[in-house]
Every structure is written in C-alpha cells, then in structure tokens.
C-alpha cells in the first residue's frame, strides 16, 4: 500500500526539528499529506493533585497546557511555512492518562506516523506516551528520528532486524513502500537458536518474501559478541551504513520493557539512525 498520510505528534517545540524534516522529505517522494497533532500535556488530572487542590490550581494547569500546544504549533507551522507540501496542524490538550486514546483515535487513519526519539536527552514521558500511542493505540508504523539523524526519502541500505516474530513481520511487511528503491537489504538474525523452527536457513522465508518483491535481499547471521543484543545490531548498523533499521516493537509487554528494559528500549535509548517499528 503506497505511503499518502503521514502524521506526527510533538509534544516540545525544541525536538520538532527531526520529525518533521524527515515527514517533509517522505511526503514530497511519496506525494503524501502530513498531520501534525501539537499536544500540551494537562498535569491537573487526579494522581498528579491532591483531591483538595484549588479549583484555581486546577485551571492554571490547563490554560498552562493550552499555553504550551500553541506554542508547539506556532513552532511548527513557522517550521513547515517553506516546506512545499501538504499539511496541516491541530492543538490536542490532554492529560497523560489520556494521551493514548487521543492520539491513537486519529492515528488510525494514517499510514506512517514519523515521530521524534523517546529517551533522547531533554526528551520527557510525554515523547515516550506519544510513540506508544502511535503502535498499540493508532495501530500505525512509527518511523522514529533520532536527533541529528537525515532521512532519506528513499534508504538505499536498509537493515532489518529479525528475530522470526510477528512483530518483525508486521514491520517488515510496513516498510515495503519505504524498501523499493533499496540497493541493500540486510536481514540481520543475531544468535539465532539452534532448535528453532528455521534453524537449516535463518531468515530464509523472510528474504524470499522480499525478493519476490524484487528487492535485492543479503542474510548476516551474527554472532552475540556483546552483552546486550541491541548493541550488536547497532554496532553492524554502523559497519554497513545502514540508512534504516527495520523491527518489531514491544515483543515483551510495555509494563516489563518500563521495569526491566528490552531491545526495544535499548534500541530507542541508543539509536544513531532512524528505526522504523511495528507492533
């Protein structure tokens, strides 16, 4: 399916450079509109006051969150002013509990949601929400930008890191529109198990997947040389220089990626380049 809307979420004029330099590039190769939700997060709901807190505190809160989603669109709209596409803004204010729901309901009807890094320096909770929302709320691929990182709008070295899951087939699957003019397609096994159901040809029916999509399809099969396996996907990210890394999001669940860490949050702590997910 061809790539025709892109969305985003900003909840902080300060990361909305990334973002939205890479949803521009994309929606001019892919003659796609862009919507861009300017989100202030509302610290009154209950669990962040006392139930005795004024009325008064309660409202500066919001006009507070109404403040901050203005100036988030006042800082994008000024960003897009020359960018020579379609878009479009709208101001969201919600409070964090909620944050799901609001941006998963218009997440959903659009094909790609181009999103600032979560657990980037000065990146707080709100960017880490809005990425969630996108996956599990939106049900949408979430192309995450890593600050100083260029997107190109056609990657011409691509990685995919599979792990044989759902989730990794449900990207890979996702980002064929993005894959079509690549020049190197990396499917990139770490460690693979020696009983698993594929274990004579890791990797074997993904890339014939992609190459009956006429995509020119390599396997690495690595070896786990580091403690951590996010850092030897990154680490051979870097030896191939690669544009794009493709992976499932969240095989564990969120509650245990949040208390334990997992490849997903490793990978979206460390990234250099930009990761493009589904769940």
């Not at 020049?183 to 770490?190: G, L, P, R």
Request: glycine share 6%; hydrophobic share 45%; proline share 7%.
């Amino acid at each position: 399916m061809p790539i025709k809307s892109l969305f985003t979420v900003l909840t902080d004029p300060a990361l909305i450079a990334p973002a939205l330099d890479a949803a521009t590039g994309l929606a001019r190769a892919h003659d796609a509109n862009l919507d861009i939700m300017c989100i202030g997060v509302d610290a009154s709901q209950i669990g962040y006051f006392h139930a005795s807190a004024s009325a008064a505190l309660v409202e500066q809160c919001l006009a507070r969150a109404q403040d901050r989603a203005a100036e988030i669109q006042r800082a994008a709209e000024d960003h897009m002013k020359n960018s020579g596409i379609h878009w479009c803004t709208q101001i969201e204010v919600a409070p964090m509990a909620d944050m799901g729901r609001r941006i998963g309901t218009e997440a959903r009807f659009a094909d790609l949601a181009v999103l600032p890094q979560p657990y980037s320096q000065g990146a707080g909770g709100e960017v880490e929400a809005a990425a969630e929302a996108c996956l599990f709320n939106g049900r949408l691929p979430a192309l995450i930008i890593p600050e100083g990182t260029a997107m190109p709008a056609a990657p011409e070295r691509v990685m995919i890191a599979w792990n044989d899951s759902f989730e990794a087939m449900s990207a890979v699957r996702a980002a064929l529109p993005l894959l079509a003019q690549a020049k190197q397609v990396h499917v990139v096994i770490v460690d693979p198990p020696v009983q698993g159901p594929d274990r004579s040809d890791p990797g074997g029916r993904v890339s014939q997947f992609l190459a009956r999509h006429g995509l020119p399809v390599e396997i690495d099969v690595l070896a786990r040389t580091l403690p951590r396996v996010p850092d030897v996907l990154l680490r051979h990210s870097v030896d191939m220089n690669a544009d794009m890394m493709v992976l499932g999001a969240y095989g564990h669940s969120r509650l245990r990626e949040a208390m334990f860490g997992g490849a997903t949050r490793n990978l979206l702590e460390h990234a250099h380049l930009p990761l493009f997910m589904s769940h």
